[in-house]
């Protein structure tokens, strides 16, 4: 149960109603009217691994670009930047590629957003390039811009990255608060797979399927999900996955105790 956005009550499947919840109407700001209703949802799940249809003019059609510099990045591109092939010379084939599309994003910072508000408990991924600069996922995303978080940092040189998991408030970067940060050794230009599972107020974020972060999170009723980056010369993802999840959390016994039927 939430009021206000915010988590007051979370009662197990198995209760006995009725159930009644109050509020004092002296904190009700002026001018709003409180309201009460039921969002229904069902299961999603949804990926892009940014293989455009022939004919398709919307190149993100799937996507909100929030902030920032975004567009598809092809193996084309990558072949000319490393001088293995010159401009104007033959092309690779995107019928010949396993890997041909990618995206690029770039922007101090830059956003893509994607889903519906009230999707929640869910599991985010995206496999990302390691480069000097911030990158990652975002979760949970308002329309106020408040956000939870996932990146990886780098900077210039390095062979190690900062991996953070944090929230952000409506006024941004700004009001970003650290919920957890780990360093691990990689090399600039080294694909990595960043994912998170979040909800019922936990947070578990991963790098390569190994658990780093494990944080509880004063986390919204839902939320958009989408892709960050924080870097002036740019970040490239791709294979970006998102669905429901529906394990429950049991990381204490209070947690235990309360999804236990008795």
Known sequence: LYVGNRLVAQLPPAFAPPLRVEQDAASVPVG???QAFFQRTEDFAFSD???VP????NLLAAWQKVS?????????DDAVERKLIAPGGRQLEPQRSPNFYSLRGK???GMLTTGYPFYDRYQLAAAVQAQAGEMGLVFYVQEDGACHGFTLGMGPGDDTAVLRLWQQDAGGPVGRRQLGAVE???????????????????IQAFID???VLDAAADLPPGGLFGLYVDSETGVRFDDVRAATVHDLNLATPEAIRFHTVA
């Open 68 to 76: 920032g510099e975004w567009d598809l990045h092809t193996a084309i």
């Open 107 to 109: 922007g101090q910072p």
């Open 54 to 57: 022939e004919g398709e003019e």
């Open 32 to 34: 709003e009217t409180p």
């Open 184 to 202: 691990t050794p990689l090399a600039a230009g080294q694909w990595v797979r960043l994912s998170v599972v979040a909800g019922d107020g936990r």
């Open 49 to 51: 691994d940014f293989l």
């Open 209 to 211: 399927r190994t658990r």
